[in-house]
């Protein structure tokens, strides 16, 4: 997946508006424009709606609310299914990155999500299936990573390399590399859910990684560490490799009616080795 509307960190560090950007109730703002973004005070994320495919064929706003603890995504793209139409999404501010994977030691994610036709926010899990079958939903839950070899690239446009990690998504949507990668071999177990491994290149030359998790998750307070070794481990990656962004988001292809995705009680931390919070006491060579 290419994102030609993602920022570098230096760039949300200078403002925090865009013309467009429609301020609510106190602590809550609205993104409604393609690349509108907001750079929160109160927690170390910013906010982008990044409608990067927008076709015409629909709408896409993010709101955040409470300063930021937690956002959500109202949409409806009617267009080719088979493109993505946006990646609205948080970005964890650029503390402890870039970082070069090998001194990752944790990979501390933690949230709660929904995604639901817009008014069947109670509905049972089977009553949700038959809704997103209704409306054509083919979207998914995503944290994002972009790598370089070179420590200024991984933080910019373009970064050559991607890793993604889906906690959630429906069955209408694939991984670059569905029909090549091997999953039954390179799954790993994080918190007691498998994940599996895909890669392939997309369009714009992006060598893209993505974990797929057997059993969808709504919910999760887990190291996801384990993903990115297991990458560089395998020889797959160099771990010298920088990591240098860090996004939870929601990937949007199409869905017929009003959907809405909502997020809160969200971390997004990488720990490197010799940090406070490391737990290890290796060291990299």
């Given at each position: 997946m290419l994102h030609p509307l993602h920022f570098g960190f230096l760039a949300f560090l200078t403002t925090?508006?865009?013309?467009?950007?429609?301020?609510?109730?106190?602590?809550?703002?609205?993104?409604?424009?393609?690349?509108?973004?907001?750079?929160?005070?109160?927690?170390?994320?910013?906010?982008?709606?990044?409608?990067?495919?927008?076709?015409?064929?629909?709408?896409?706003?993010?709101?955040?609310?409470?300063?930021?603890?937690?956002?959500?995504?109202?949409?409806?793209?009617?267009?080719?299914?088979?493109?993505?139409?946006?990646?609205?999404?948080?970005?964890?501010?650029?503390?402890?990155?870039?970082?070069?994977?090998w001194n990752v030691t944790q990979l501390q994610i933690t949230g709660n999500w929904q995604t639901y036709v817009t008014g069947k926010e109670q509905a049972s899990a089977d009553e949700q299936a038959i809704a997103f079958n209704d409306v054509s939903l083919y979207a998914n839950v995503a944290v994002d990573m972009f790598l370089s070899d070179s420590r200024e690239n991984s933080t910019m446009v373009g970064a050559p390399i991607e890793i993604m990690i889906w906690p959630w998504w429906t069955p209408t949507v694939k991984p670059l590399g569905w029909a090549e990668s091997t999953p039954d071999k390179d799954t790993v177990t994080i918190d007691g859910t498998p994940f599996s491994l895909y890669h392939g290149w997309n369009d714009g030359g992006q060598h893209v990684f993505s974990w797929l998790a057997r059993t969808n998750l709504t919910q999760t307070d887990a190291d996801y560490g384990p993903l990115l070794e297991y990458i560089w481990k395998k020889g797959m990656l160099s771990g010298a490799l920088w990591l240098g962004q860090l996004e939870l988001g929601t990937e949007i292809k199409h869905a017929a009616g009003d959907m809405h995705f909502e997020a809160s009680n969200y971390t997004l931390k990488v720990i490197r080795q010799g940090d406070p919070e490391d737990k290890t006491s290796t060291t990299s060579t």
């Open positions: 925090s508006r865009f013309v467009g950007l429609t301020v609510a109730d106190a602590g809550d703002v609205s993104l409604c424009g393609q690349s509108d973004w907001w750079n929160s005070t109160d927690v170390p994320y910013s906010f982008n709606n990044n409608a990067w495919g927008n076709d015409s064929s629909g709408y896409q706003c993010l709101s955040t609310h409470d300063g930021g603890r937690s956002f959500s995504v109202a949409y409806k793209w009617t267009g080719d299914a088979s493109l993505v139409k946006g990646y609205p999404y948080m970005k964890a501010h650029p503390t402890g990155l870039p970082v070069q994977l």
